[in-house]
């Protein structure tokens, strides 16, 4: 996680109910006690304000906390993949890779706060593929690994490419493997927030995010996600139809 004021009130507003209603009611004293700067309360107190809306009319009052925390996430995206790269250089590596850490897929008692964007660890590494800079961090630091499937969720055959099963850091380990049930909750990857539907689980005629070039700076983030289980729709390809009217 980053240890610094904005982002960690960040973490506190994604797990903190009463620290939501805290700095929606009063965001400057709000703020202020959080030591965050003029400029950042600024920016985080007009994002929030201005999310987006749960009702069905697109008139309710009062939105719920899950539309205010949507912003704040939106935020927290935003920092940390401007960070990525400039963290990685300050600690003299080619990329950073961030995984968000939640409670709930731990095995055993975990020293994490529960929620998709509550808590982070950054560890930064060499290579030039996802599969590179991984194994290199794996090798050069104690606090991170991970496995892989050793069968194709689909088939139930040996997997002829790699899928992530489960990441262990600080000795606590994490496990969300894909099944061939939809909505089941599984590891989820990006680069620098681009994500390709083509290689989520990397199996059959898609490709592993093992050998996923990178070009140097890049932040890989691995999180958890499960559209259907957490009440989102299924995730669907667009054929960019609904935004022509845009062009």
């Not at 409670?103 to 290579?127: D, E, I, M, R, V």
């Not at 890049?218 to 022509?244: N, Y």
Request: with cysteine; glycine share 8%; hydrophobic share 35%.
């Amino acid at each position: 996680m980053l240890h610094q004021p904005l982002p960690q009130y960040l973490n506190k507003l994604n797990q903190d109910d009463d620290a939501l209603r805290a700095f929606l009611a009063d965001p400057i004293k709000e703020a202020d006690a959080a030591n965050l700067s003029k400029a950042e309360r600024a920016v985080l107190r007009r994002v929030v304000t201005t999310g987006s809306n749960g009702s069905v009319n697109g008139y309710s009052i009062v939105k719920p906390l899950a539309a205010y925390r949507q912003a704040v996430q939106l935020m927290q995206n935003v920092i940390h993949n401007n960070m990525g790269g400039a963290l990685a250089s300050g600690a003299g590596a080619d990329h950073t890779v961030l995984v968000y850490l939640q409670q709930q897929y731990a095995n055993n008692l975990p020293h994490y706060p529960n929620g998709t964007y509550s808590w982070c660890q950054y560890f930064y590494g060499n290579g030039d593929t996802i599969g590179e800079v991984m194994d290199d961090i794996a090798a050069n630091n104690p606090n991170f690994s991970y496995t892989n499937l050793a069968n194709d969720p689909s088939t139930g055959q040996p997997l002829t490419v790699p899928i992530i099963k489960s990441f262990t850091t600080y000795g606590t380990t994490y496990t969300a493997p894909p099944t061939a049930t939809a909505g089941v909750p599984f590891w989820f990857w990006s680069v620098d927030g681009k994500a390709s539907p083509t290689v989520i689980h990397g199996s059959g005629a898609n490709k592993s995010y093992y050998d996923h070039q990178l070009q140097p700076g890049q932040t890989i983030v691995w999180q958890i996600i499960a559209p259907t289980k957490r009440g989102f729709p299924h995730c669907e390809l667009s054929d960019g139809t609904h935004a022509r009217a845009l062009a």
